[in-house]
């Protein structure tokens, strides 16, 4: 790993040259961004992974890693052999990972920005979040959709417990439906009360032990690329 795909983050507000709450209009030149936050160990760079296997023969994508203090997410994403190792770029954010993705986005938008430079074409950048709480999501300056990842393990309660990553998200996964047994979570409690905090916003329920490849997640995926094209 060398120290040139790292990019720390940047805290001055006055060197970012970013507004964190402007929205970015899709448009030729550039990746649509979709953004995976949800808390530590619900599946987010599983999904990562799942997402690269699914779509990577059909669609030209990049991924951005978020840890606090490590590579550890792109390291394994760059061992799993998911993709080419170029189009993985890690961002150490040193502090809270909302902090990075919400409030001071330029390391991320760099490494974004680095990866389209880099691989001419580039459809899809996937930005994994660092785990953090319920209250993390990504500015719409740095991402055009996000799913928010919860898993089964943490309890049945989580979905009733609302946060904007759960109220909010475009796209709200249920991860782990396996281990529901396991951990004695209501599947049906969970799935609805999901229901009823989204509202119309779709919910997948998913276990990447019996779906690897995420088909429900990357078919959703697919939708917002060509949903997006068409706007651009
Ligand atoms: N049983 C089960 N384990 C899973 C599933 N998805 C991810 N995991 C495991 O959960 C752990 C945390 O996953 P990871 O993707 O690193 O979580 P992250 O911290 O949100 O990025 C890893 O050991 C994964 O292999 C799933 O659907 N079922
Ligand atoms: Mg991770």
């Known amino acids: ?11 001055d507000p006055a060197d970012a040259g970013h507004d964190p709450h402007e929205a970015h209009e899709p448009h030729e030149h550039r990746a649509v961004r979709i953004g995976i936050g949800g808390p530590v160990g619900s599946g987010k760079t ?9 779509l990577g023969g059909s669609v030209n994508l990049a991924v951005v890693t978020n840890d606090i203090y490590t590579t550890e997410d792109a390291d394994f994403l760059r061992a799993a052999g998911v993709l080419d190792v170029e189009r993985i770029e890690a961002v150490q954010t040193g502090a809270c990972p909302h902090t990075a993705i919400r409030d001071d986005i330029t390391a991320n938008l760099d490494a974004v920005e680095l990866l389209e430079h880099r691989i001419p074409g580039l459809e899809l950048v996937i930005i994994e979040s660092g785990g953090d709480n319920l209250t993390a999501v990504f500015s719409r300056g740095l991402v055009d959709r996000q799913i928010f990842v919860v898993d089964v393990a943490g309890g049945d309660k989580v979905p009733r417990k609302g946060g904007p990553g759960v109220t909010t ?11 529901a047994p396991m951990v004695g979570a209501d599947l049906g409690v969970m799935t609805a009360d999901a229901h009823r905090m989204r509202g119309a916003l779709p919910v997948i329920s998913q276990s990447l032990v019996d779906t690897p490849d995420a088909p429900a997640v990357a078919d959703w995926v697919r939708a ?9």
């Open 224 to 232: 917002q690329l060509r949903t997006l094209a068409a706007v651009s």
């Open 169 to 179: 998200a475009d796209l709200l996964v249920i991860n782990k439906t396996d281990l």
């Open 1 to 11: 790993m060398s120290a040139d795909h790292v990019h720390p983050v940047n805290f």
């Open 46 to 54: 599983a999904l990562t992974a799942a997402l690269c296997r699914a």
